[in-house]
Nanobody, 124 residues
């Protein structure tokens, strides 16, 4: 059984930094593309960042480029999302996702597994 467990969310102020972690089990992590998505209240889930299995290929939502960094540690079966210069509009539940494919992917239907989500709230 595949499990993705996110951690690191919380309440922060605008301009602060937060690092989210997602640890996978039951998944061949080193051959899995991984992604982060988010869903704000009343909005659709949206893509935030993705990384391929090697860690060399990364894509980002335009509004987070230069502020967020996705990375992975295949030895720890963990993917990270470093979020800097946070803004109130970054407030959302952040979900980790994994796929049975080495490539990165920017669409939700490209993922096979999802975590339960972690709340990030940015106050102004």
């Amino acid at each position: 059984q595949v499990q993705l467990v996110e951690s690191g969310g919380g309440l922060v102020q605008a301009g602060d930094s937060v690092r989210l972690s997602c640890t996978a089990s039951g998944l061949t992590f080193r051959t899995s593309g991984m992604g982060w998505f988010r869903q704000a209240p009343g909005k659709e889930r949206e893509f935030v960042a993705t990384i391929d299995s090697s860690g060399r290929v990364k894509y980002y939502l335009d509004s987070v480029k230069g502020r967020f960094t996705i990375s992975r540690d295949n030895a720890k079966n963990t993917v990270y999302l470093q979020m800097n210069s946070l803004k109130p509009e970054d407030t959302a539940i952040y979900y980790c996702a994994g796929r049975r494919n080495v490539a990165a992917a920017m669409i939700a239907r490209g993922y096979d597994y999802w975590g339960q989500g972690t709340q990030v709230t940015v106050s102004s």
